[in-house]
């Protein structure tokens, strides 16, 4: 099972990637939560080119991915879960339930650092949310997160195969968050208890800045209600609310390849001030 995962984890990758997109895509025409406020075709475009282009960039500047570094870690002994004599089982646990508190603390600081805010609020321009904008983060974001990763994999000493599971649990629940789907009532809580559900992420992309300062989780539902950036609902209610950012509202610029690579360099929308007023990190 390890070997078949990491000597086919490109295919692995794409073949969950597309599983996930078209599944989810049929779920949002089932049983959508809210009227769509762009229709697709102005969006998913752009959405979509961003994934191929990212994943080229990717396979280019780090040839041996997330998971070579945890190759390394392990035959050098770096890293914490190789310091001691851990069961497999339970170092693998451990280092998929670390990395997502990692990503946690990662998306708090793109939003905390101007510079690094410019970057990530690409994903937040999208003027709508759904299966793709699970997937549209800016190639720099993306190259930065990826040398936190190698950080995090090679201090904590990751296993190869949880680095693997977990990129592709990663891959899937982001776009599962993201997606435009209704979750009946009596579902949506109980799921809410331990994942981040997709009535949770969406108050992420409120244009209110409260909002967007909330719910950074991707995977478990834990760390927002633990560090205490967890918001419930959408003050507007999740059919009313406005996605997006308020400085940026034309779709020739959220919505086009063109447009979206160059809103890290445009003005507007200073960061989240932690600590002051009602822009702080917002704990509800
Ligand atoms: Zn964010
Ligand atoms: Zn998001």
Redesign the pocket.
């Known amino acids: 099972m390890e070997g078949f995962l990491l000597a086919h984890e490109p295919a692995l990758r794409l073949a969950a990637f597309a599983a996930v997109l078209a599944a989810m895509a049929l779920w949002e025409i089932l049983a959508p939560r809210r009227a769509r406020a762009l229709p697709r075709r102005r969006r998913w475009p752009a959405n979509l080119g961003i994934v191929v282009l990212n994943t080229l960039m990717v396979r280019a500047l780090f040839p041996a991915a997330a998971v070579g570094m945890a190759f390394s870690a392990q035959s050098h002994g770096w890293g914490l879960l190789n310091q001691y004599a851990v069961p497999a089982w339970a170092a693998a646990a451990a280092g998929i339930v670390l990395l997502d508190l990692a990503i946690y603390l990662q998306h708090v600081m793109f939003h905390a650092v101007p510079a690094l805010w410019r970057l990530h609020r690409m994903?937040?321009a999208d003027l709508d949310i759904d299966v793709t904008?699970?997937a549209r983060f800016h190639p720099v974001e993306i190259a930065l997160s990826m040398l936190v990763k190698f950080a995090v994999i090679a201090a904590l000493g990751v296993p190869p195969v949880a680095v693997v599971v977990f990129e592709l649990l990663l891959n899937a629940t982001s776009m599962f968050n993201?997606a435009n789907v209704r979750i009946p009532a009596p579902l949506e809580p109980a799921l809410r208890w331990l994942l981040v559900t997709p009535d949770m992420?969406r108050v992420?992309?409120s244009v209110e800045r409260a909002e967007t300062n909330s719910n950074f989780g991707f995977n478990l539902s834990l760390w927002d209600r633990l560090f205490g950036t967890y918001c419930a609902q959408p003050r507007a209610g999740h059919e009313a609310m406005t996605i997006g950012i308020a400085d940026f509202r034309d779709a020739a610029e959220c919505s086009t390849l063109a447009g979206m690579l160059a809103i890290p360099f445009r003005g507007g929308t200073p960061p989240l001030q932690i600590g002051h007023g009602k822009d702080a990190l917002h704990p509800r």
Do not use: A, R, S, V
Request: proline content about 0%; cysteine-free; glycine content about 12%.
């Open positions: 994903h937040h904008t699970g993201h992420h992420h992309h």
